[in-house]
């Protein structure tokens, strides 16, 4: 027992031969290994920041030359962008400037409502626009939603756009130099994006405000007397119809209209008839009393005289009257109360009516 410790205990004797090298124990390298893969790296215990764009340096601002007023910025000898000149002089940008990216596309959104503030502008100077037709403007030269929001809200804020006024006036507008009804009116708003209840306060206002059929009547006169060529009563009448409808203006309205114009036209052929009568009344009276002058002395005219008398006299009338007057009946009417008014009897009038006829 012993001699089996002694042997335990006892040194391996090293070897005097140079050439003799000591084998590394395998598990002794696999252990060096698990310990480099997780020594720390250089970076891991001191990381360096993020690489960060450098400033660029502004090489030259030129003029642009089909707009003046705007200035090409030149970065590092090479095109950036534009600005307006008042955008540069208000952020002193100058020759030598050093300018990062975040300041760079500051400038590029400041630039773009300036310009989108311009274009809403010119389009306004026109005429009056509804919201809606300055967005839809703005989105067609490409200006960002965010912007077109900015410009809307300054200019709603500004009074530049209010769709309640512009409602309002454009109703009055079409009605006044049109003609257009309320139907056609409200058609045309829905059109350019008015919201619905100032289109209704709108049409409402035109109500209070108008007597509408006076206000369309012009423009149905206009449309009336182009439709005198039709030579049938009943279709002229329903071409003006069809005119007022499509002008917006609702059947009961149209029918108030056309019963004004039809009021028209009799008034005038009434007063055109009273015209001719008086002028003709004067006319044969002075030629009655030149005639009468001359026969003061002469004894009191036969019934056969009376006659002859009356005939040529009544001819001439007829024949005016066949020109102004196309109804038979109404025309022996004004021929008798002409000849009853010249002082001839009741049968001297009845038998050279017969003659007429």
């Known amino acids: 027992m012993a001699i089996l410790r002694k042997k335990l205990h006892s040194k391996k004797p090293r070897s005097t031969n140079k050439n003799d090298t000591h084998e590394p124990d395998p598990e002794s390298i696999a252990s060096l290994e698990t310990d480099d893969t997780h020594t720390a790296s250089p970076d891991t215990i001191n990381p360096s920041p993020p690489a960060q764009t450098p400033d660029r340096i502004i090489t030259a601002i030129e003029a642009q030359k089909k707009n003046p007023d705007r200035l090409s910025i030149y970065l590092d000898g090479v095109f950036a962008f534009g600005l307006p000149q008042a955008l540069v002089i208000q952020h002193m940008l100058c020759k030598g400037c050093r300018i990062d990216e975040e300041k760079q596309r500051a400038l590029l959104v400041e630039a773009q409502l300036v310009r989108a503030k311009e274009i809403a502008l010119n389009f306004l100077s026109y005429q009056s626009r509804t919201e809606q037709e300055v967005i839809q403007k703005l989105r067609e030269r490409e200006i960002a939603p965010d912007v077109i929001e900015q410009v809307i809200a300054r200019f709603r804020e500004l009074g530049y756009l209010n769709d309640q006024g512009f409602a309002r006036s454009f109703a009055q507008s079409r009605l006044e130099g049109r003609g257009q009804g309320p139907r056609r009116i ?172």
């Open 186 to 357: 409200q058609m045309e708003l829905k059109k350019r994006g008015v919201a619905e209840p100032h289109i209704r306060e709108a049409i409402s206002h035109l109500h209070e405000q108008n007597d509408l059929p006076e206000a369309i009547l012009p423009h149905a006169q206009k449309r009336w007397e182009r439709l005198r060529k039709e030579p049938h009563p009943q279709k002229r009448r329903q071409k003006l119809l069809d005119f007022l409808l499509r002008q917006g203006v609702g059947f009961e309205l149209a029918q108030k209209v056309f019963h004004a114009l039809q009021q028209q036209d009799q008034d005038a052929a009434s007063s055109t008839d009273d015209l001719e009568e008086q002028a003709s009344f004067e006319t044969d009276a002075i030629e009655a009393f030149d005639e009468s002058s001359e026969i003061f002395d002469e004894p009191e005219p036969t019934e056969r005289d009376a006659l002859e008398e009356i005939r040529p006299l009544a001819l001439k009338r007829w024949q005016r009257l066949e020109i102004s007057e196309a109804d038979p009946r109404k025309r022996k009417r004004k021929l008798t109360d002409y000849l009853r008014r010249q002082g001839f009897s009741f049968d001297a009038i009845s038998a050279v009516l017969e003659e007429i006829s």
